[in-house]
């Protein structure tokens, strides 16, 4: 998500717990007054949400699916515009409603920050939710008098840089939406950011919040998105200056990374620090950008080209092609290039060296 | 004219002269200052104006061999001098720019030692420059009138021309006895060998500050955007140098014309600029824009080889809504 020009309103903070030993559900304790930070501190937390949610984030959008009022998606259309003393007392809502959604006894507590602001070039509304569980850490204790250090034990930090420790939500209103709606998804783009989606089978442990949390579920839109991010990257390998078989690397590394890898979700700037030197990586998150996807994570739906990674194919300019299975083409085929014998100027011409690992069974 | 005659005028005089030359030395130190040099660094002597001495004037006028004037009050043009001394042969060209651009004077080159050099291409003797500069109107300086008529001499040298001219000017050049060979040839020697170091301050000195960034003038450009935008002067600091020279490879003739249209689609960046002007040097700098661009479009390079403390990108990625922390 394209987060320039980011600023942060109000902020207000309640405390979420874990069901207890029987089962039962804990109310959030709610906090009457916003908080305050300094500047420095505010600093911080605003680029926690530029991190979690900003370019080339890992933060996926969603579509939001529950378009009733007693919702999320509902309270958020509400709260933003909402003047501080209803805005504190929603926030609660938000607040009983992430409780409600943690029904399993594995979901740990901690604390729901409800936040809200403009954000972009034409300065539209935002309102963000972070869940972020409590963790301990230690911190650093100077003696004055020798000034050696120590560490003390802090049994409760919140909101440290690694990721996997909150979860993140942001409603940003979209610029130029007709009046009336027709549905939400008309007026929000949802982005949420939690470790647990881009994991394999991680969609499960995410749902409680994506899903009954947040009323939204994975967009449509996956698997055209997902045929989109695959032209565009094989047009981007087709350019680059290296020699066909580098670029036979890359194809194989696409497909795999398309086909074979257990993330569901995909994203430009993962892809690039996998396969690309540094400055091949800008460029190519530059040229995904360009091509208008989406400049974090998406998920995943290979459907549109299943059929295209299944195999791959090489040809060449007289016509002649090779076209082998996507599983084993890596393995047991070897494509190099190598000097020809001169053309009629003198000037070596470039063959291709190919060896296949098998024997031939047919041939007409 | 006689020496009685010629001294009383002179005398009247003086205060003409000497306002002339004031006023050449004001115009000139200010035309540099305002070129962005500090004068105590650029100028190797502190440049003054100076009125020729009587004794040696009349000296000049009526008792120097070789040299008979038919009016001596008229052609001796330097009755009142300034003289500028530089390090490179390039300041000379700067100076001399300034003087032949002004509107004030006319000017007339009466010595040029890169003329001299085409002219006696097998001589090695004194090198300078000497211009005269006479008002081109009448003009008033501090409550004194200027004929337009008054001449000034203004010489202009390298330190090492200085040098020499400094052993020889009372020695040879005005010298009465004959000057064994022995001692021309030894001077000859030392101009030609002040004339090659010349040649080789200014290698050294092009190859220490002549790159894209000046080539393209990009840091002049930036600095003229950076003040438009918000108001406020840019400081050029040892942070952005560093930074200019870790990235050099990304400069080239686009790269103004791409920092500007980022800057019209992120027209806000100028306000966000003046807003945090005191969270980070970097902001009170137009490589500040250079940064954001980088952010926006080489962000892996850019944090890879980041020469100054992670903090500072933060900040600039926050402010651009770019996630760096996976990087």
Redesign the interface.
Known sequence: MLLPNLSIDRIIIHQVYQRDQDGTKLPPLQSHEYTIFAHDAMQTFKTRIVNALGNESKAVQMEIVNQEPDYIPSIVDTIVDQNNDSFAISSHDIAKKLTDAQHSRSIPGGIIVVFDGMYGISQKKYLGIIKAEVHSGYEKEVNPATKEISLKFVEELLLTPGTRLYKTAGFFEKNGYNVPISGLNDKWIVMVSDYQISKAEGKAAAKYFYSDFLGCGYPQTSARTTKQFYESAKSFIASLEISSTQKIHLFNALTTYLKVETSSTISASEFAERYFNIDTQDLFTSHIEESGLPSTAFTKDIEHIESKLKLRKVQFQSKIKIIAPSDTFEELVTIQTMEGDPDESGTPVEWTNVIIKDRIIDQE | MNEAEFKEIWESDKPVYDAWGHYILKTVTEALEKRGKDLDVFLKVPAKCRLKDDKSLIDKAFYRDGKKYSDPYNEIEDKVGIRFIVLLIDDIHEIYKIIEDHEDWDFTTCKHFEEDRKRDPLLFTYQSVHCILRPNKDIVYEGINIHRSTPCEVQIRTLLQHAHAELTHDAIYKSKRAVQPKVHRTVAKSMALIETTDDFFRDVTNLLNYGPLEEHKILEKLNGIYSRNTEIESHTQKASIIIWDEFEQFIDEHLVDNIQAMLS????LSE?IKKRYN?SVLYQQSTVFFVYWMLK?????LL?DWPLPRGIL??L???????????
């Open positions: 689609e992120y027209a806000f966000t969270d479009n080489r962000k892996r390079r890879e933060e900040l990625a926050g402010d651009l809504g770019i996630n760096i922390s996976d990087v």
